[in-house]
C-alpha cells in the first residue's frame, strides 16, 4: 500500500511537470511583443579614415619566401620620387633615395638560414609603406 502511494505521488508530479511546461510553451509561441518594444540596435557607422598619401611602395626582387644559395642579394623595386628607402635587416639598416625615376636597387648580405628584410618608404607627406620579404640562404642542394 505504502509503496503504491509513491508511485501515484511520482506519476502525479511528472504529469503536473508535462502540464506547466506544455501551457509554458504555448504561452511563448503565443506571446505577441509591442512593436516599440523589439530590441533593435541601430548600429551607426564609423568611417575609417584612410591615408592621404598618394605614395606607393613596389617590391620587385626579392620575391618574398625566396631561397638563394649566394650570400649577396639585390632588393629593388619602385616607389614614389622624393621618397626615402630604409632597408632593415639583422645586420643593419641602409638609407637609399630612389632615382628621378623612383626606382631603387641595393645589395645585401644574408645570413646562413632565415632573413627578414623590411622595406620601408617614407614619402615627403611624412606617410609610410613597408614591405618585409623572407630570404632564405642554403648551399643545400634539393
Do not use: H, W
Not at 39 to 58: D, F, H, M, V
Not at 88 to 112: I, L
Amino acid at each position: 500500500m505504502k509503496s503504491e502511494r509513491i508511485i501515484l505521488s511520482l506519476i502525479a508530479i511528472f504529469v503536473g511537470l508535462l502540464v506547466a511546461g506544455g501551457a509554458f510553451y504555448i504561452y511563448q509561441i503565443t506571446k505577441q511583443i509591442p512593436q516599440d518594444k523589439t530590441g533593435s540596435i541601430t548600429i551607426k557607422s564609423q568611417a575609417t579614415p584612410t591615408p592621404t598619401t598618394n605614395g606607393y611602395l613596389t617590391v620587385d626582387t626579392p620575391k618574398d619566401e625566396s631561397l638563394t644559395d649566394r650570400k649577396t642579394i639585390t632588393i629593388s623595386g619602385k616607389t614614389m620620387i622624393g621618397s626615402t628607402i630604409i632597408i632593415s635587416t639583422e645586420a643593419g639598416d641602409q638609407v637609399v633615395k630612389p632615382s628621378a625615376t623612383g626606382t631603387f636597387s641595393v645589395t645585401e648580405t644574408v645570413d646562413t638560414g632565415t632573413n627578414i628584410i623590411s622595406i620601408k618608404a617614407v614619402f615627403p607627406d611624412g606617410n609610410e609603406q613597408t614591405i618585409e620579404r623572407t630570404v632564405s640562404y642554403t648551399t643545400e642542394d634539393f
